[in-house]
């Protein structure tokens, strides 16, 4: 709403970014595949760089990409390339699981996973 709008770019929202990546590093062993795509989507929507976390994430995920629906494989991969964070290995992952699942991802999830390998 307004209140973010009128807080996005200012000292406290890149401050609640950095302080939110503090708190959630220690704990992705315990998320779910979905808050992991959640949380990427989320720092890149918001454009806060974090590359630490961004890192951990794809150590985190990359072995479980099995666990992620079409849709979280999409916004993960849509994050990496939005925020311009490169991870290779969890690309030629989301990859393998795409090409694995083709009937059951639609052709908008699709479109997204094109634009971010392309990206």
Request: net charge negative; aromatic share 8%; hydrophobic share 55%.
């Given at each position: 709403?307004?209140?973010?709008?009128?807080?996005?770019?200012?000292?406290?929202?890149?401050?609640?970014?950095?302080?939110?990546e503090?708190?959630?590093?220690?704990?992705?062993?315990?998320?779910?595949?979905?808050?992991?795509?959640?949380l990427?989507w989320?720092?890149?929507?918001?454009?806060?760089?974090a590359?630490?976390?961004?890192?951990?994430i794809?150590?985190?995920?990359?072995?479980?990409?099995?666990?992620?629906?079409?849709?979280?494989?999409?916004?993960t991969?849509?994050?990496?390339?939005?925020s311009?964070?490169m991870?290779?290995?969890l690309f030629?992952a989301?990859?393998v699981?795409?090409?694995a699942?083709l009937?059951?991802?639609?052709a908008?999830?699709?479109?997204v996973l094109?634009w971010?390998?392309a990206?």
């Amino acid at each position: 709403g307004l209140a973010v709008a009128n807080l996005r770019g200012s000292e406290q929202w890149v401050e609640l970014w950095v302080q939110i990546e503090s708190a959630v590093l220690p704990k992705l062993h315990v998320c779910t595949a979905q808050e992991l795509s959640n949380l990427t989507w989320a720092f890149a929507k918001a454009a806060h760089s974090a590359p630490r976390l961004f890192d951990a994430i794809a150590i985190e995920a990359t072995p479980r990409l099995h666990e992620f629906s079409a849709q979280a494989l999409d916004n993960t991969a849509w994050a990496y390339a939005r925020s311009g964070h490169m991870s290779p290995a969890l690309f030629d992952a989301i990859v393998v699981q795409a090409a694995a699942r083709l009937e059951q991802i639609s052709a908008r999830n699709l479109a997204v996973l094109v634009w971010a390998m392309a990206s």
